[in-house]
């Protein structure tokens, strides 16, 4: 989401805040840039003055040195209340004025800029659909909303006068966890059309890894210990800080960064719960697949094992390239090709090879949008070693543990 | 020392009448005078009320901006509020003189602690966040003020003011001995002559004037908070 010209919009330098009678600073000889159109997650424990930081782009504090440059232009040059116009800002208490109604609050920077009342109602009734608001909400006052209600019109009125940037504070710390994961994907979703600059604050490093196209994690006394992508970060953690900040789980993280269609997935070849061991075999190794998906073609499917009289010795019909039958069965096992040499090897021949299957042993059928983490957990869930991707009809394909942990190298 | 109510009735006619607490008869021959006592109550009130609140307010705005003089000025509205309003009266005599001016001097001196402490407690009560928002949001910190802390404070300096209204209500009859006592001038004739018809008369009416100001007062400040009662919705 970094915007093409690579233009900065956020240029920090060296900038170091020391409160009076402080020990020590609470941010000391910070640099960072952020580029235009670019989501960064501050992140860090408490007292690593992330919230200093971000207060001090919109002047709610102001730096002992150091300079803060917005979109190209030093922001202490400008009059106070003209850069925060310009500064869309959300903060985790929400802070709406509880004597406004909800169009009140949203259209309150707009009002400070002086636009026409027309243009004001015109803009709250976009931003209340923008953030997923009833229109008729409006009308009401902020006490008679939900908290996420609430947190989503703190949202639309820092975007009301439609300003470059977007700070915001810990927006989510305060809400449930369900309504926390919606209002994330809802920003996510708002940024894709919006594209706003966004700085972010948590203390949450999954949440920073979620939102954030580059996260910057801040140690103690606000020096930054790493700056990079989250799977950069998960990856190649630059120090025992970051690491131990990240957690023991860094590589489910990054599996929960990438999606099934961006790894390799590799055939397999369908065949019908009817056939035999060494028919499968043969449909998998002409086609060159190691995976064989086995296929309850049956119209009840509650009775595979004892349904004899079907086509299931043609197995041509289940080969996947060229019969209108193909993927109407359900998938009933997913089995490599290996263990069935094994087993053939091992002599248990005849018998179809629906009958070698585990019941409950189902294949995870999984799609490509899916995060890998959720692919592997689907894997281990089963028992079967590979997701079936499901959405490659009728030419079947499996993920494999392989194939995961070759997407973290 | 006050107009001489009725001084000229028979004494049996008075007799008659310290028979009884109220004499209705008597009431209903003096009221003219219930409503020009009712007016010059009202005067006083208002007047203390406002100059009050102006300087209160003057006073509230320097101990929110610089809170070190928040103590001081706490400090001498207790010693003003707790000196006795007759002794207060008492003293100011000698240097304004009897008057409508030196009652008013009283009254808004006794106004001073009750508005400041509630002004200040109204916008030291809107919440953090709130302000921080409105900071966020590029309010100058005039227009914060005025279009953000002062509504919130509202329900706060409304309290105030209902105290401040009944206090000085009640005070303005004690004002009687500086010859500006509203009611308080009845309560006097009363006392003077031992006839307790316009005791009762003065302190009842001071008392429904006070009811009446501190009612009106209370639905003018929920006409004014309408979010205060929108409550609830889905959470």
Redesign the interface.
């Known amino acids: 989401m970094v915007a093409a010209d690579g233009e900065i919009a956020v240029s920090i330098r060296d900038l170091t805040k020391q409160y009076p009678g402080a020990p020590s600073p609470a941010v000391r000889g910070l640099t960072l840039d952020v580029a235009a159109g670019e989501v960064v997650a501050l992140v860090g424990p408490s007292g690593c003055g992330k919230t200093t930081t971000l207060k001090m782009i ?1 002047r ?1 504090i102001e730096p002992t040195s150091g300079s803060i440059q917005v979109l190209g232009r030093d922001q202490a040059a400008l009059p106070v ?5 310009s ?1 869309g ?1 959300v ?10 109604t909800v169009a009140a609050n949203i259209g ?2 707009p009002r ?1 800029l002086g636009w026409p009342k027309a243009q004001i109602s015109a803009r709250v009734a976009e931003l209340l659909a923008l953030v997923g608001l009833p229109a008729d909400a409006g009308r ?2 902020p ?5 996420g ?1 609430q947190q989503r019109v703190g949202v639309a ?1 820092a975007l009301a006068a439609d300003p470059p940037i977007l ?1 915001m504070d810990e927006p989510y710390s305060a809400v449930d966890p369900l309504v926390r994961a919606r209002l994330q994907d809802d920003l996510l979703a708002l940024q894709a059309q919006v594209g706003k600059t966004i700085v972010i604050v948590t203390h949450d490093i999954d949440e920073a890894i979620k939102l954030g196209d580059r996260v910057a994690i801040l140690a103690q006394g606000g020096v930054l210990a790493q700056y990079d992508t989250p799977d950069e970060l998960l990856r190649a953690p630059a120090d025992d800080f970051v690491a131990a900040f990240l957690g023991r789980e860094r590589s489910l993280r990054r599996l929960g960064l990438r999606r099934v269609d961006e790894v390799r997935a590799e055939p397999a070849v369908a065949v019908a719960a009817t056939a035999t061991a060494a028919e499968a075999l043969a449909a998998a190794d002409g086609m060159g697949a190691r995976w064989v998906v086995v296929l309850d073609n049956d119209n009840d499917n509650d009775n595979d094992n004892d349904n004899d009289n079907d086509d299931g010795t043609d197995n041509d019909n289940y080969d996947g390239t060229d019969n209108d039958n193909t993927g109407a069965g359900e998938p009933v096992g997913l089995v490599a090709t290996a263990e069935l040499r094994h087993h053939s090897r091992a002599g248990a021949v005849g018998g179809t090879i629906g009958d070698g299957l585990e019941p409950d042993r189902r294949p995870p059928v999984v799609d490509a949008t899916w995060p890998l983490r959720e692919v592997l957990d689907a894997v281990l869930r089963s028992g079967c070693g590979a997701a079936l991707v499901g959405d490659r009809m009728p030419a079947r394909c499996v993920i494999t543990l392989d194939a995961l942990a070759e997407a973290l190298r | 020392m006050t107009v001489p109510l009725a001084a000229t009735g028979a004494v049996v006619a008075q007799a008659s009448r310290r028979d009884t607490l109220v004499s209705w008869g008597w009431v209903s021959e003096h009221l003219d005078d219930v409503w020009s006592r009712t007016v010059e109550h009202v005067q006083l009130t208002l007047v203390a009320l406002a100059l009050g609140f102006a300087v209160s307010s003057a006073l509230a705005a320097l101990a929110v901006r610089h809170r070190r003089t928040f103590a001081p000025i706490t400090w001498i509205g207790s010693i003003l509020y707790t000196i006795p309003s007759v002794a207060l009266f008492g003293m100011l005599i000698p240097v304004t003189g009897l008057g409508f001016w030196t009652a008013e001097i009283a009254l808004v001196s006794y106004t001073i602690l009750i508005f400041v402490r509630n002004i200040v407690a109204g916008i030291d009560g809107v ?14 910190r005039w ?1 914060r003020l005025r279009a ?1 802390e002062l ?2 404070a509202l329900p706060t300096i409304v309290a105030g003011l209902r105290i401040a209204a009944v206090t000085v209500i009640g005070l303005v009859t004690v004002a009687a001995v500086v010859g500006n006592g509203g009611y308080g001038a009845f309560i006097l004739d009363g006392l003077d002559r031992d006839f307790p018809t316009p005791i009762v008369l003065g302190a009842a009416l001071s008392v429904l004037l006070a009811a009446t100001v501190d009612a009106g007062l209370a639905l003018a400040e929920r006409a004014l ?3 205060a009662r ?6």
């Open positions: 919109n709610l209340h003209e850069l925060r116009r500064i800002y903060i985790q208490q929400i802070g709406l004025f509880p004597h406004r309150v920077v400070l009401r006052y006490s008679e909303l939900s908290g209600q009125r700070l | 919440p953090a966040p709130v302000v921080e928002a409105a900071d966020a949001m590029g309010y100058t227009q953000v509504p919130l908070t309408p979010w929108r409550r609830g919705g889905e959470r």
